[in-house]
């Protein structure tokens, strides 16, 4: 079964500041993968996604992912954060049999004024 | 892009009544509908997969008997969350998926359920 994990539980950055938050997979083969945004009390909102082809996707709200296949990974960034992206942030695999996502524990994103 | 509704947002009700929580696919027809519980602070936690018309599929330790979860349309999901208990007080989620459009699934905004 494929598996996620978040190694950061908690980032605190400044704003203006660049951001690199972790996601690595299990999987055998190459994963449909998902970065979402939760803000307090909110559902998810999807900031990018990968299928296929060129490896580094571009999302909303100035995010980006590269996608590694050599170590499973499918990291998110973004240049220069802003204090609205404060919040907790979810990496997602779906076989590609498309069956259930599964979702990593979330990293919690704080921005300092 | 797709917009997925889920009302109540947030629902307080007594120990030992039920509660539903409607989950809409608004623009797109919703083959197959997910049900997720969030605790505080964690991630989210598969309950259910049903697909329209038939008898949902539950994770392995959810009662279905607790959580009663109907698919009748291509737009409509349930969850009724029964004879509730303070220990069923969570974050409660679904996501909609139209197979025809590819894998990607579409999230509710959410319910929070507080049970006194």
């Known amino acids: 079964a494929q598996s996620v994990t978040q190694p950061d539980i908690h980032i605190t950055v400044s704003e203006g500041a660049s951001l690199e938050l972790r996601c690595n997979y299990s999987?055998?083969?190459?994963?449909?993968l998902f970065w979402y945004v939760q803000s307090p009390g909110q559902g998810l909102q999807l900031l990018l996604k990968?299928?296929?082809?060129?490896?580094l996707v571009q999302g909303i709200k100035g995010f980006e992912a590269e996608f590694k296949r050599s170590q499973s990974s499918f990291n998110l960034r973004k240049p220069s954060v802003h204090w609205s992206d404060a919040a907790e942030y979810f990496c997602?695999?779906?076989?590609?049999?498309?069956?259930?996502?599964?979702f990593g524990p979330g990293t919690r994103l704080s921005v300092l004024p | 892009g797709a917009v997925v509704s889920q009302h109540p947002s947030r629902v307080i009700c007594k120990s030992g009544t039920s509660v539903k929580i409607e989950c809409r696919s608004l623009?797109?027809?919703?083959?197959?509908m997910f049900w997720y519980r969030q605790f505080p602070k964690k991630s989210l936690m598969l309950m259910a997969t049903?697909?329209?018309?038939?008898?949902?599929t539950y994770e392995q330790g959810v009662e279905k008997d607790k959580f009663l979860i109907n698919h009748a349309s291509l737009t409509l999901s349930t969850l009724t969350v029964t004879s509730a208990h303070p220990e069923d007080s969570s974050f409660y989620i679904c996501?909609?998926?139209?197979w025809g459009q590819g894998v990607e699934a579409f999230f509710g905004q959410g319910t929070r359920l507080t049970v006194v």
């Open positions: 996501s909609a998926r139209d």
């Open positions: 623009d797109f027809q919703a083959t197959t």
């Open positions: 997602a695999v779906v076989d590609n049999y498309g069956q259930n996502f599964v």
């Open positions: 999987y055998g083969a190459t994963p449909y």
């Open positions: 990968y299928f296929s082809g060129d490896t």
């Open positions: 049903s697909n329209e018309g038939s008898k949902a």
